[in-house]
């Protein structure tokens, strides 16, 4: 199987920098397992979106799967109160 290419979208850094850095190297590491299996077991699919959301203790990382590009493009991290919030 081949690896998927992670992006982020732009937002996400300032996502990351309001983060503590213990989470912060958790969550870089989840998203690095991406690239292996995107649809890794945990790996729940949005509703009504082709969004899909791992959990990473208190946070969430929202992503999108582009299968034809093999790219992983990373939407979103934040505490799960408020991930889910309008994109």
Do not use: C, W
Not at 39 to 50: C, F, H, P, V
Not at 52 to 58: F, K, S
């Amino acid at each position: 199987m081949e690896k998927y290419k992670i992006t982020f979208k732009k937002s996400v850094a300032k996502d990351l920098s309001a983060l503590p850095k213990v989470d912060i190297k958790k969550i870089l590491s989840k998203i690095d397992s991406l690239a292996e299996n995107p649809r890794t077991e945990g790996a729940i699919k949005l509703s009504g979106q082709d969004l899909y959301r791992i959990r990473q203790g208190l946070y969430r990382i929202i992503y999108e799967i582009k299968d034809s590009k093999v790219v992983v493009h990373v939407i979103k991290v934040g505490h799960r109160s408020d991930v889910y919030k309008p994109i």
